[in-house]
């Protein structure tokens, strides 16, 4: 079957996910949460930004492929193609968050506090006065929207160039060669654009640290949760009758990505670890410090489910090639990477919550921004069921709009230049 059809069956099993994520939500912010709301806006942002970064790195995937001239990945690339355009609505969810630091909703960014700006008060911080310029209101509401806008623009005039080739494409490459030009001119884009928007929503939650390796590690984090939800939505399909050009051998060579790019997720950690240890510069390591004091089982955890856990089920050949390996390393990999992005925004969002609650004199006063090291408190500490109910919300809401994409277009790009190439394919 060439045209996938989103039954009613699935929009009811996916429209139950989505209502749970919304009564975890609501659970979190009307009954375990703080005066501030820290859980439930940690928790929105955390799904928000992970979800939204899938759709762009699944953008980056064809714009780089097609570049490259790879023609084994074409009978897939409708998959990415519908990922991408997830955008749409991520945009929608990050504007929730600007509209959030305008209206004073949430206390996600330390530097939205202005009394830190000005030099004659108390709370005066010069480190954050330093990088007004870029962390500020305006710019992060500029750059969501514009950025955000630009990747938009480019995911649906590569999916258009993609769905007009199926009825006007020729075998002399001249419709395919438009899609090249989009794809280059689209890579050194994503490249700048993307560590601004990292800078802005993920880093800038823990304002007064920065790395210059932190925007590759989460763009390869994103990478790695892609690949994986990939060959989830690649089995699934396939075990609905779809995808039958799909072979063992498109997989493998997913599950090549898989493993390689954890492991240069691996090279990244390592990199930007051993230099801030190296360095032993306070501004640089009260980030590990935070983490290795107070968040022990995150950080641990990190690195068992993200290298070790991929490193060694996949390092054997035919372990990329099985559906039951393959399934199992995509979940742990998947909820691993969802896992790091919890441990990215968590900390700082929760140091600065306390910091706002001290001062204010109201609940959780007490623990003047900081908690003991063997204190767990779930839901920062640790993913609580709560979090794992709302990711699994955003995870259906995800579906359900890649499927009804999916549903708008054939499955197999009928006239793609490369789509004999991608049918012969042998690793």
């Known amino acids: 079957m060439n045209q996938f059809v989103f039954t009613s069956k699935q929009k009811t099993v996916l429209g139950g996910f989505i209502a749970l994520g919304a009564v975890c939500l609501l659970l979190t912010m009307f009954v ?47 998959i990415f193609e519908a990922f991408s355009l997830f955008m749409i609505p991520g945009l929608v969810m990050m504007a929730v968050v600007v509209i959030g630091i305008w209206g004073h909703w949430h206390h996600l960014y330390h530097w939205t506090d202005t009394t830190l700006l000005d030099p004659t008060k108390p709370a005066y911080d010069s480190i954050i006065a330093g990088k007004s310029g870029f962390l500020n209101k305006g710019w992060y509401t500029f750059g969501t929207f514009l950025i955000v806008g630009t990747w938009i623009f480019f995911a649906w005039k590569m999916r258009s160039l993609s769905l007009s080739e199926d009825k006007f494409g020729t075998p002399d490459y001249d419709h395919h060669r438009k899609m090249r030009i989009w794809s280059a001119a689209f890579l050194p884009i994503a490249g700048f654009s993307s560590a601004a928007m990292i800078w802005q929503w993920v880093m800038s939650v823990d304002a007064h640290w920065y790395s210059t390796l932190f925007a590759w590690y989460t763009a390869a984090s994103w990478f790695v949760a892609a690949i994986a939800l990939t060959i989830l939505t690649i089995i699934y399909l396939k075990s609905q009758g779809y995808l039958e050009s799909v072979t063992a051998e498109h997989l493998h060579d997913l599950g090549k990505y898989m493993f390689a790019i954890s492991i240069f997720w691996t090279y990244l950690w390592f990199s ?84 706002a609650l001290a001062h204010s004199g109201g609940e959780g006063a007490h623990e003047a921004g900081h908690h003991a090291a063997s204190a767990i408190v779930m ?4 993913p609580g069921l709560l979090e794992v109910g709302t990711m699994l919300g955003f995870l259906a809401v995800f579906a359900y709009f890649v499927f009804s994409r999916m549903a708008k277009a054939p499955l197999q790009p009928v006239n793609d230049p490369y789509l004999a190439e991608s049918l012969q394919h042998h690793t």
């Open 272 to 355: 930007q670890y051993m230099l801030i240890w190296y360095g032993n510069i306070g501004e640089e390591t009260i980030y590990y410090r935070e983490r290795i004091d107070n968040y022990l089982a995150l950080f641990i955890g990190n690195l068992i489910m993200n290298f070790v856990m991929p490193f060694l089920i996949l390092m054997r050949n035919d372990t990329k090639r099985k559906y039951g390996t393959l399934v199992l390393t995509s979940i742990i990999v998947f909820f691993g990477h969802w896992w790091d992005f919890f441990q990215m925004i968590k900390p700082g969002a929760y140091h600065t919550a306390q910091e």
């Open 379 to 382: 839901g920062f500490t640790l």
């Open 32 to 78: 375990y949460d703080d005066a501030l709301h820290t859980r439930f806006w940690t928790n929105y942002l955390h799904n928000a930004v992970f979800f939204t970064g899938i759709g762009f790195i699944s953008l980056f995937i064809i714009t780089a492929f097609t570049t490259a001239m790879a023609g084994w990945y074409t009978v897939i690339k409708r």
